[in-house]
């Protein structure tokens, strides 16, 4: 089973940047996809954007442009720059795995979630 942990949340003002993290431990195969979701108060869980273990990515188009996922194998660890940001973007973000290859938008695809983050975008 691997065990995922988010940092990196916080306030930031519109138009600002923050960059999360998710390190993985426990059973941290390197073929894991790994991916970024988001849920908004009174809103469903929502993907963000999703990376294979040789660097594929996806991304929903609400962040194309202004979200970068990337990782580092060797630290077990995915990255999400987030530039421009906007108040809508405000939510708990959250790290997922799956240990499935491909590239994957559905919440039900990944058997393993943080705890999330909080990022607040004011305006």
């Known amino acids: 089973q691997v065990q995922l942990i988010e940092s990196g949340g916080g306030l930031v003002q519109a138009v600002g940047s923050l960059r999360l993290s998710c390190a993985a431990s426990?059973?941290?195969?390197?073929?894991?996809?790994k991916a970024w979701f988001r849920q908004a108060p009174r809103q469903a869980r929502e993907f963000v954007a999703a990376?294979?273990?040789?660097?594929?990515?996806d991304y929903a188009d609400s962040v194309k442009g202004r979200f970068t996922i990337s990782r580092d194998k060797a630290k077990n660890t995915v990255y999400l720059q987030m530039n421009s940001l906007k108040p809508e973007d405000t939510a708990v973000y959250y790290c997922?795995?799956?240990?499935?290859?491909?590239?994957?938008?559905?919440?039900?695809?990944?058997?393993?979630w943080g705890q999330g983050t909080q990022v607040t975008v004011s305006s």
């Open positions: 997922a795995a799956t240990i499935k290859t491909g590239l994957f938008r559905a919440r039900y695809s990944y058997e393993a």
């Open positions: 426990g059973r941290t195969y390197s073929t894991y996809t």
């Open positions: 990376i294979t273990w040789n660097s594929s990515t």
